[in-house]
């Protein structure tokens, strides 16, 4: 498994002004943050549906939203003067990055007025790293292996890694860790990898690395 580190992660975070009131007395927009909320899960619902009705696609194609934190208020008697919800929405690099901002937007003016957006991190690199079999690279990165019989397949990995740096730069970054038949468990309980494993990718890494550093004849930037 290759997972090709790209990412964009956007994390917006929508506020939603409301007049503060004890409790007694109807909020004045109740349906304002329940909007956002639900125009929010309502995409992560048709990218769930693309996912899940094509076959081909993984994870690393579509576009991933989490609603994770929503914050407002001090006291139980007293409404909050405003809500503030925080999304992380994980893009590919095949995605357009402005028609997200502008979907975005869109949420906000339809739950009324009041309702602004802002990103507390905003990552936008569309470069992605060539995996053609005619790319003097990529061939080498496959032929190592084909080589040591290890079957692969691409795909863009869903997390953000400190690849993004390099790739910003315009330079190539594959993500690439050989656990053959090892479950991911990264940040996860009892994460793990087989002393067998470690030194079968020890192996693959030493037919890797000699096929990449003589690569001929071509520019590396």
């Given at each position: 498994?290759?997972?090709?580190?790209?990412?964009?992660?956007?994390?917006?975070?929508t506020?939603?002004?409301?007049t503060?009131?004890?409790?007694?007395?109807a909020?004045?927009?109740?349906?304002?943050?329940?909007?956002?909320?639900?125009?929010?899960?309502?995409?992560?619902?048709?990218?769930?549906?693309?996912?899940?009705?094509?076959?081909?696609?993984?994870?690393?194609?579509?576009?991933?939203?989490?609603?994770?934190?929503?914050?407002?208020?001090?006291l139980?008697?007293?409404?909050?003067?405003?809500?503030?919800?925080?999304?992380?929405?994980?893009?590919?690099?095949?995605?357009?990055?402005?028609?997200?901002?502008e979907?975005?937007?869109?949420?906000?003016?339809?739950?009324?007025?009041?309702?602004?957006?802002?990103?507390?991190?905003?990552?936008?690199?569309?470069?992605m790293?060539?995996?053609?079999?005619?790319?003097?690279?990529?061939?080498?990165?496959?032929k190592?292996?084909?080589?040591?019989?290890?079957?692969?397949?691409?795909e863009?990995?869903?997390?953000a890694?400190?690849?993004?740096?390099?790739?910003?730069?315009g330079?190539?970054?594959?993500?690439?860790?050989?656990?053959?038949n090892?479950?991911?468990?990264?940040?996860?309980?009892?994460?793990?990898?087989n002393?067998?494993?470690?030194?079968?990718?020890?192996?693959?890494?030493?037919t890797?690395?000699?096929?990449?550093?003589?690569?001929?004849?071509?520019?590396?930037?």
């Amino acid at each position: 498994m290759i997972p090709s580190s790209i990412e964009d992660q956007p994390r917006p975070t929508t506020t939603v002004l409301l007049t503060p009131t004890t409790l007694p007395k109807a909020p004045p927009r109740p349906a304002t943050t329940q909007s956002i909320i639900n125009s929010a899960l309502d995409f992560r619902e048709e990218q769930r549906s693309i996912l899940k009705n094509d076959p081909s696609k993984r994870l690393g194609d579509v576009i991933t939203l989490n609603l994770t934190k929503v914050e407002g208020g001090v006291l139980v008697n007293v409404l909050p003067e405003k809500f503030t919800l925080l999304l992380d929405i994980r893009l590919p690099p095949t995605a357009n990055f402005k028609e997200m901002d502008e979907r975005i937007a869109g949420w906000c003016k339809k739950a009324g007025p009041g309702v602004t957006c802002r990103f507390l991190v905003k990552t936008e690199i569309p470069f992605m790293t060539p995996t053609a079999s005619d790319d003097p690279f990529w061939a080498a990165f496959e032929k190592s292996l084909r080589d040591e019989n290890c079957e692969f397949e691409k795909e863009i990995f869903t997390g953000a890694t400190d690849s993004r740096f390099v790739r910003e730069q315009g330079y190539r970054s594959i993500g690439f860790s050989p656990m053959i038949n090892t479950p991911s468990l990264l940040h996860d309980h009892n994460e793990y990898l087989n002393e067998a494993v470690f030194l079968r990718g020890v192996k693959i890494y030493e037919t890797l690395i000699d096929n990449l550093a003589n690569v001929k004849d071509v520019r590396i930037h």
